[in-house]
């Protein structure tokens, strides 16, 4: 049997390498830069390739988990013996016990090396396999995990273990991320901000933009978090001014003080929690400089700040600028649900609220023409309730795509992303967004606000070229929600008694009533006439695509190759077994399954589980 095997083995090794793709994207999951992952992928065949460099000359792991822990989780183990003879293997997390080999191998090695401070492990898989015991790799927030050991015995410990939440299938701007020769960076930041001891907090500066001389395009920014404060910035938004805005009043409390903070609402920027550096398409940027332009911008940043500490802050971002001109200037659109009347019940285990906008009056809300909205960008943003946002787009009352989309929403990892095409939103258009809460842990309802305990639901389009219209964002009749729940206060939603009737009855109010819509003009002062215009309409349904079909092949585990002459071991690479794998090459790779599989057995006594955060 052992020379079937590794006969075998020699014939396989001499099949194609599989397939691999630049890695385009890297990330790094620990404090001190040695957990490096690297990946990139095949939209089209629906294929990845992941790399994982860790210093360890033991065993590395890595793996994707519902939730950042073991249970459920979809790990691949791998390493390099003392006698340069390598072992890769399909796992699945099955709490915290030892992981368990899957019966279906879906990830190929394809390099496996050791040197003497690290190991490299590069594999890839189908985003779908036909594996209930893999996760999918889908479009959305992943949580990714890795783990290293000391050495080769795969043994539980609780170092050495990192999770990270990411977008794996990622898209890059069709018209390309360069950066201009010529560019000039500005700080705009926070200057010791005295934040008061409490929760909660925005605080807001007016702060003047570059003074430039013409027409110039900010292409980037980035977060500037003053270090020491990263858990107390939640989140930093940049607001512009009306173009004749001249403001000179102190840094204060944004929304409870003075109503003139409650001026200059055309985001420009937004990063939140997990966010990083935002970069615009070479084709587009934020025009400043124009008679049309703003000067002034309000930077508003939202400590959180739970223990209620006395601190001072200087935090906020700092943008890039060039006179080396895109064809487009960019606009953002902020849409979704307004702060209204609007609540969560508490245990709730898949609550939905909504936004709606309709494009048909934008003409009329901007005073001109709108031209057709070319959107390359979006963010989402919910508070701590949140676990999925979607956008979905209509034309002529018919669902026709999606303007963006993350169903496994992580509220600890914000960021902008590009959309794989540039979508155009035409006037008459309408643009609904779906926000799903989770409210299992809480015992009272859960308020639309600006709290981190409070709720939003908000969706940020960028896009070009720029219009006026900074805001569309629609509530459900307040009178319809206290007709449903028998209530004849507001304040008498606080003590309905909750059940699952209840729960479905808000649900179905909610989805079913007339949404009021509010469309804001930001190059008017707001309470100034023509500042916003209502309107009203439906809610549409929404639906998904079928799914793709999941890709079969599979490829054998390693227990122990032969040895190379370096510690590159290139790895042994299987043809796809799809229906059209040859009958011998089959049976081959089953009796070798079936071999490893017993080694795999009778090595699993001392298989123990490497430790993950939950
Ligand atoms: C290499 O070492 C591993 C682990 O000790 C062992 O299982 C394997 O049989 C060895 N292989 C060879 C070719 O010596
Ligand atoms: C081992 O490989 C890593 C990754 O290629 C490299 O950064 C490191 O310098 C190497 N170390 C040695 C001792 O060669
Ligand atoms: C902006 O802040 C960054 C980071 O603190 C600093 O390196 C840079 O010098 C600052 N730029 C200006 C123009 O002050
Ligand atoms: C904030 O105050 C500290 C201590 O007084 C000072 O060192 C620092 O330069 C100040 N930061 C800013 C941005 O003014
Ligand atoms: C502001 O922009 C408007 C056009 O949007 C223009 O008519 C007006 O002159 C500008 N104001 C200033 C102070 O530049
Ligand atoms: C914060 O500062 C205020 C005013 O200086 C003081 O009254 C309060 O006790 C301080 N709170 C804490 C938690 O240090
Ligand atoms: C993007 O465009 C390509 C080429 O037209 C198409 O195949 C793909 O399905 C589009 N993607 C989305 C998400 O619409
Ligand atoms: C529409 O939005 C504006 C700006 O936020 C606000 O002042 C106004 O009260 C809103 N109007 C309605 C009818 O909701
Ligand atoms: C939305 O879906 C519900 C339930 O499937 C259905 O009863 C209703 O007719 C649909 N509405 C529209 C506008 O398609
Ligand atoms: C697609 O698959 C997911 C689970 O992976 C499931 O929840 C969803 O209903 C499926 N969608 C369709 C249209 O079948
Ligand atoms: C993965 O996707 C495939 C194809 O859509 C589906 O059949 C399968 O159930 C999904 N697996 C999981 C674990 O959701
Ligand atoms: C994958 O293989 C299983 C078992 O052989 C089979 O039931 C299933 O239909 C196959 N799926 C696809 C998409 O080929």
Partial sequence: MALLIFSALLLLSLVVPGQQFELSFSTVMDNDGNVVLKWGFNQYDEQITFQLQMNSQGWVGFGLSPNGGMKGADIVIGGVHPNKTTYFSDYHGIGNTAPVRDTLQNYQLLLLTENGTSTTMRFSRAFRTCDSNDMNITA?????????????????????HFTQSINLLRELPVAGLSSPKDSVSYNITMNNYTVPAQPTTYGCAFVPLPNVNGKHHIYKIEPLIQAGNELLVHHILLYACPNNTNISIAPGECYNTNPLFFQCLQVINVWAVGGKAFQFPDNVGLSIGSPDDPSYARLEIHYNNPEAKNFTDSSGVQLYYTKDLRPYNAGILEIGSALSFLFIPPSARSFRLYGLCNTQKFPEVNGQQVADMQVFAYQLHTHLAGRAVRVAHYRNGSQIGFLGRDMTYDFNFQEVKYLENITTIKMGDALQVECTYNTMDRRGITEMGLGTMNEMCMAFLFYYPKNNVSHCLSSPSATDIMNALHVSNPKDVNSVEWDENK??????????????INITNSQIHLFMPGSFVTDTGYLYNITEGANATCNNATFSS????????????????????????SGSLRGSVILINLALFLFQAALGASLRPPNRSP
């Fill in 558 to 581: 390693l227990a122990a190759t032969s040895a190379p002459n370096s510690s590159m071991t290139p790895a042994m690479n299987e043809p796809n077994l799809n229906n059209n794998g």
């Fill in 503 to 516: 729960i479905n009855l808000l649900q179905q109010t909610i989805q079913e009533g007339k949404q009021d």
């Fill in 140 to 160: 959305g927030t992943i949580r990714v995990i890795a783990a290293y050991g000391a050495d080769d015995t795969i043994a539980y410990h609780r170092e050495n």
